[in-house]
């Protein structure tokens, strides 16, 4: 491990303009490549305290040997110089997006005499036009098959084209009329370059003037009576509007734009693009990265750019580029991505219609992608012992844990706290032993102390099982009042130990649920907490964390453990304030069912005209006698009143008819939270 302070290059040698920088190891690799407005000021950043560089960028630095830069005159150049080296030295800290598959692409090939429709992958030519790319091959041969009768251009390799032309026959396509033949000389080379740019023009969103030209020829030949070539006409318009709907339209202004999302966790990224020509998705794309560098999503977005357009020049650069985040700064990369399509180019976040709606679609592809690169690792037996190999080896555990349960505490400002515990068995999640808790020991907002009471419950439930066998369900592990069994019926059971308890914090969660166990005198589970922010695992009673590699299976295994928990605590959590916020008071009144408080509801309006109803009045109501409607006057008259109700679009409290502050109701008089979903979304822990 290098010290950087002895490569720092002196003060005044680092220019103070715009320029490209590369570190290199002891074997003079090109490790990583940065671009600066300011070479002088970004080198700066590098070269001071360890311990205030982000873990990835202290690693780079002390695995660096040298740095050495090259100035230019625009951040445009710098640009365009890091994009090359990127690409030329491959460094390791870099972010490089890769492929996670060949995309196919339908292309023609314009460079030829004779152009030719076919599926290509891999990279581009020169002189061939590219449309997709697709998700799958077999997408491409049936626009293909469908199009072809109304663009009869050459599909057939070299091989099978000169021996047509040898034996003076055309292929079968030839005959069906889905060929015009070049090879035997039904059609001039000219004519067929002719159509193959007619069919480009039509793939490319163009295809308005085709339609309409085919429905005028087919008038022209319905009027002349040739109404067997008006038939062909027909056919041949069906096929064109049968090819233009595998494509549904998402911009209504016939938009030639590129939508990209990203979706990351602190240790991966995912990509996803799709390419809209016309108003309609042509194809998409996307890539899966590892973050080995601290970057921001802005940072990941002109990566992406790079990748996507740095070997593209003109259409293949569309007019518009709608990212969930500008690079900082941006005017550089957009003026990049003009002076690569020859025209401007607007590179923007969508902020309504329907160009945010379908970047939504993009960022949930893109959400997805990630989620089902992880599973797919977590899911190889050889990746899965791995990782529990790593995790025994960093934690200093005896043997691999090969159960693993992880304790999450979720809340809404403090209330309706609960916590989660999920169970990980040979990597692998063991659903039917998750539980769920209630805090009860106290009122408000406390994880640590959530944490420690949470431990002891589950871990005072293992010692007592070890000391009986009887059944037992207390309500602590409960769902909607019920407890939570096992398939055969019987109440589940905290039977089992498991080698490696993991909780969602640092120190003081860490510290909490050792001193839980410390107090049943439980000295054989080891503890760990995983600190999200830097992805750091902290032992107990130690000051410093354990770092693991970024490449670590073991630390992909763990992040995935806590995620789980992260997700089944705050489920549980919602499903308890919505349960909670459509209580009502009718709830309380003894015998009275679903059926006669809808019914209540129903003649009344709501709850509030119920409350200030009579008794006589109540006994209207078909189904309630006096006593029922005594009952209910008594309970609607305890009632404490519930909060302010708030008007959801606007903010406004909403006022009673007295002034004083009321209660918002639905139909069937349940009180609807505060605030917008998105409000409430963001107070949740």
Partial sequence: MADPSSYRPRPGEIPDSPGVYRFRDEHRRVIYVGKAK??????????????NLHPRTRSMV?????VEWTVVSTEVEALQLEYSWIKEYDPRFNVKYRDDKSYPYLAVTMNEQFPRVQVMRGHKKKGVRYFGPYTHAWAIRDTVDLLLRVFPVRTCSAGVFKNAARTGRPCLLGYIGKCSAPCVGRISPDDHWDLADEFCDFMAGRTGTYLRRLERQMAEAAEDMEYERAARLRDDIGALKKAMEKSAVVLADATDADLIAVAEDELEAAVQIFHVRGGRVRGQRGWVTDKVEDITTGALVEHALQQLYGEERGDAVPKEVLVPALPDPVEPVQQWLTDRRGSGVSLRIPQRGDKKALMETVQRNAQQALVLHKTKRASDLTTRSRALEEIAEALGLDSAPLRIECYDISHLQGDDVVASMVVFEDGLARKSEYRRFQIKGFEGQDDVRSMHEV?????????????????WADGDDVLDGEPLKDEDGRPKRFAYPPQLVVVDGGQPQVAAAQRALDELGIDDIAVCGLAKRLEEVWLPREDDPVVLPRTSEGLYLLQRVRDEAHRFAITYQRAKRAKRFRSSPLDDVPGLGQTRKQALIKHFGSVKKLRSATIDQICEVPGIGRKTAETVAVALARAIP????????????????????????????????????????????
């Fill in 38 to 51: 300011s070479l002088r000021q970004r080198l700066a950043n590098y070269f001071q305290d360890l311990a």
């Fill in 642 to 685: 519930a909060a302010p109700a708030v008007n959801t679009a606007t903010g406004e409290i909403m006022e009673d008819d007295d002034g004083a502050p009321g209660t918002t109701e639905d139909a069937l008089g349940e009180p609807v939270p505060a605030g917008t979903p998105d409000e409430r979304r963001g107070q949740e822990r």
């Fill in 62 to 66: 002390t695995t660096a040997a040298s």
């Fill in 455 to 471: 431990i002891t419950r589950r871990f005072r439930r293992y010692l007592a099982e070890k000391e009986r066998t009887g059944e």
